[in-house]
């Protein structure tokens, strides 16, 4: 009930805000303070980008330093230490990937996504592609030259086989592979965390940071919603009523639950740290609690599974957790109407 009342108050005010706060080229239509503005950005900037792009740098070290040792023997104690280190680099890279919007202030960091995560790219069998790696006789350094092959989506599957470990083999060659994967990772990870820490871009943008900011949170909304809840539990139209676990994002290391936390974690950090009063400052108060609310809402049906997602990909705590996704992308879409910003449009699909 309490989803349905905030979904109601949601559509109304997107609603009402249709032909009050149309963009009209204006920027903020609240007329909030550009002095306060400038200084909740450079709160956000220092309290979410940089430093969540900072552990992220900090994690791909700490993976890195395992699966160096595990490279040296391949035993249990070392197979879970680099298991568990890597895992909590891809926690720290979903927050960085849920607000990347280094990809609008320079070119070059526009692609950087893609060179280390190829989560929902492609249509080629990149799990066949590597077990040839793997027997083939060729040097390591020679083969994986792809970012593909060099991603988090590859070094999950390496150090967990199909899932969890059952069927892994960790061959020396193997672990000799999720070394060259960490390092890129690792590289590509300062390469993000550098230009955060230097770049005077975000905060120096004003208010088109803003606009900004929302259109990657709205982006994230939709992208939890239809690729990571809706493909794998059949809701979406390409895979309707067809669930598949094995299409959730970190089904291999059946982590994906922890990957959904650490999204909706990184949208309630840029909400509290700046944007609910950015929004407070500029008449849309209503929108930004409303969003808020929903987000804790969608984090506490992530926090109550009692057991991995990917055991029942279609079950009715997964269609809740769908829905509450769903409103969330829509309070979003309100805020940045009220807000007098354009939506950008969403690309439909990955692959």
Request: net charge negative; aromatic share 10%.
């Amino acid at each position: 009930m309490k989803n349905i009342l905030l979904s109601i108050f949601i559509l109304f005010s997107f609603l009402g805000c249709i032909d009050d706060n149309a963009y009209d080229g204006e920027g903020l239509g609240g007329g909030g303070d550009a002095t306060t503005t400038r200084a909740l950005l450079e709160q956000i900037n220092r309290e979410v980008l940089i430093k969540n792009s900072a552990t992220q740098l900090s994690r791909a070290l700490s993976a890195k330093e395992a699966i160096t040792q595990l490279s040296t023997a391949q035993n249990t104690n070392e197979l879970q230490n680099a298991q568990n280190t890597s895992s909590a680099f891809f926690e720290a890279w979903k927050k960085v990937e849920a607000l990347y919007v280094a990809k609008k202030y320079d070119d070059i960091m526009i692609d950087l996504p893609a060179q280390i995560d190829y989560f929902h790219i492609g249509k080629g069998d990149l799990y066949a592609k590597l077990d040839g790696i793997y027997t083939s006789k060729f040097p390591l350094k020679d083969l994986l030259f792809q970012n593909s092959t060099k991603s988090i989506t590859a070094l999950e599957y390496t150090l967990y086989g199909h899932q969890e470990g059952l069927d892994l083999n960790m061959t020396q060659r193997r672990a000799d592979a999720a070394v060259i994967m960490i390092e890129h990772l690792a590289n590509k990870s300062y390469f993000i965390s550098e230009f955060y820490s230097n770049s005077l871009a975000f905060v120096s943008a004003g208010e088109d940071s803003v606009g900004i900011m929302i259109n990657q949170l709205i982006d994230s909304a939709y992208k939890l919603k239809e690729w990571r809840i809706g493909d794998p539990a059949g809701y979406t139209q390409k895979y309707l009523n067809n669930p598949d676990a094995e299409r959730f994002e970190y089904y291999k290391s059946i982590r994906s639950l922890k990957g959904m936390d650490m999204i909706l974690s990184a949208q309630l950090e840029m909400m509290q740290e700046g944007l609910e009063e950015i929004a407070s400052n500029n008449a849309a108060s209503g929108e930004a609690q409303a969003t808020t609310a929903l987000i804790n809402d969608a984090l506490t049906q992530v926090r109550a599974f009692s057991s991995p997602i990917e055991n029942s990909p279609d079950s009715t705590q997964t269609r809740e957790l769908y829905n509450t996704i769903n409103s969330l992308q829509t309070s979003y879409s309100a805020l940045i109407a009220a807000l007098n910003f354009q939506q950008d449009i969403i690309e439909a699909d990955g692959d």
